[in-house]
């Protein structure tokens, strides 16, 4: 699935649930996929399961007695959300598995999402069913605002966690000037552009002792821009018959690499009492906590100088990208650990022209796991590992040159687009 399609659905899904998705219309809109890294389970989870909070409800068309009008009214008002989440991830050879999630939005910018332990195999629990709060593996905590975030992953068996502080300045926050911030309603916005010929009617059924109607749509129709090639697959949607009110959400969809997504987000509940203890991530007495900062830098110049090179490729090999294969060099973040002794990182996002990337996906699908070496301008050489498919773009870890990124903007890059890409 493109990165624009997969980073609308993970925003959607999680309300932000890694606050680079607060980010992730800036950075994944221009074409980054991280060089050598390991997509964790909670990150497919939330990227395959969460559309369904985006999903709120459809427009009926239908004689159900539910009116699209009535749907808008209640989402105008639409101020905390609780959900449990259950994903069922099939592979392309077969492989079955499930996660659970119980989810929390509160307007304005807050969520908590709770991973619960199940095993990586199994058969999704039971409808309906709610695991024991001691079987939670996980939780993520986003309080989101315009120039700052927070990021907190918790993992209650072990005490301990990493709170990471998220910085926007600059034009970053010209990008952000949009955001609502309300992670309760933002996912609702896309429902606006079904129309009643879109959807049809699926039938009735009894949740929960409630008399249901459903919806169905095809998850291309939440797309509104050409340029996002949506996964195909479905979206349905349970209503209460009598009142309108979203009951049980699913979602079906197969991505680009074969992989099948199936989630249900089921006891919903709106607009119910929720404590801002749930979401605070000041306080953890007795913990282990380790604390770092991001800040993030959009580009004004995002072109390569001439003249600059680089070199991708493995060692005594040719290289599988050089400078003539980027497109732009459009954002960096740094990053700083304030407990440890870890030196602090720079990293710049780098899309690359459609040829290169159709070789890098090529050549690191073959070479999973090998060692590749990367060359800056002769200032600087180091070796990663190949830790997954690169299809669009990359990360370039800038740190060996010792600048800043205001330093690097000025020495590497300009505004003047080149006349012999690659």
């Known amino acids: 699935m ?48 969460l559309i369904l909070v985006l999903i709120g409800f459809w427009p009926s068309g239908s004689g159900s007695g539910i009116a699209w009008a009535d749907v808008v ?21 077969g492989t079955r598995t499930v996660y659970r999630t119980k989810l929390y939005f509160k307007d304005p910018a807050m969520s908590r999402t709770e991973f619960y332990a199940v095993p990586r195999v199994q058969q999704a629990a039971e409808a309906g069913t709610s695991p024991p709060a001691n079987a939670v593996e996980s939780i993520v905590i986003i309080v989101r605002g315009q120039d700052q975030s927070t990021e907190m992953h918790l993992y209650p068996q072990r005490k301990a966690g990493q709170r990471t502080t998220h910085l926007f300045s600059g034009n970053m926050l010209d990008l952000r000037a949009g955001d609502t911030f309300n992670l309760a309603t933002d996912g609702w ?63 079906e969809f197969r991505d680009k690499r074969g992989q099948v997504f199936k989630t249900r987000i089921e006891n919903i509940q709106w607009n119910v009492p929720l404590s801002d203890d749930l979401f605070d991530v000041s306080i953890l ?76 996906k090529a050549f690191t699908t073959e070479h999973l796991g090998d060692r590749v070496v990367i060359d800056f301008n002769g200032e600087f050489q180091s070796e990663i590992t190949i830790g997954g498919v690169i299809r669009e773009g990359m990360q370039l870890d800038i740190s060996p040159l010792g600048k800043t990124l205001a330093q690097f903007e000025d020495d590497y890059l300009t505004s003047r687009k080149p006349t012999d890409p690659d």
Do not use: C
Not at 191 to 212: A, C, K, V, Y
Not at 245 to 251: A, L, Q
């Open 2 to 49: 493109p990165r624009e399609g997969k980073a609308r659905i993970l925003s959607a899904l999680t309300g932000g649930q890694v606050e680079a998705s607060s980010t992730i219309r800036l950075i994944i809109r221009k074409g980054m996929t991280m060089i050598a890294s390991k997509r964790t389970p909670y990150a497919t989870a939330a990227a395959a399961g």
């Open 73 to 93: 009214e209640q989402l105008n008002e639409v101020r905390t959300v609780i959900g449990l989440s259950t994903t069922e991830e099939v592979s392309a050879s």
């Open 189 to 251: 916005t896309s429902l606006r552009r079904i129309t009643s010929d879109q959807t049809r009617e699926i039938g009735e059924r009894r949740i929960d002792g409630m008399q249901t109607v459903g919806f169905e749509a095809a998850v291309r129709e939440l797309f509104d821009t050409p340029r996002i090639a949506p996964p195909e697959g479905v979206v349905r949607v349970w209503a209460a018959k009598e009142t309108a009110v979203p009951v049980e959400v699913d979602v």
């Open 285 to 360: 007495d007795g913990w282990e906590i380790h604390d770092s900062i991001v800040r993030f830098v959009e580009f004004s110049k995002t072109f390569l100088r001439s003249g600059v090179t680089l070199r991708i490729g493995p060692k005594g090999g040719p290289p599988v990208i050089t400078e003539r294969g980027i497109q732009t060099i459009h954002s960096g973040r740094s990053v700083e650990e304030l407990t440890g002794d870890k030196p602090k990182r720079l990293l710049i996002s780098i899309a690359l022209t459609p040829a290169v990337q159709e070789r890098l």
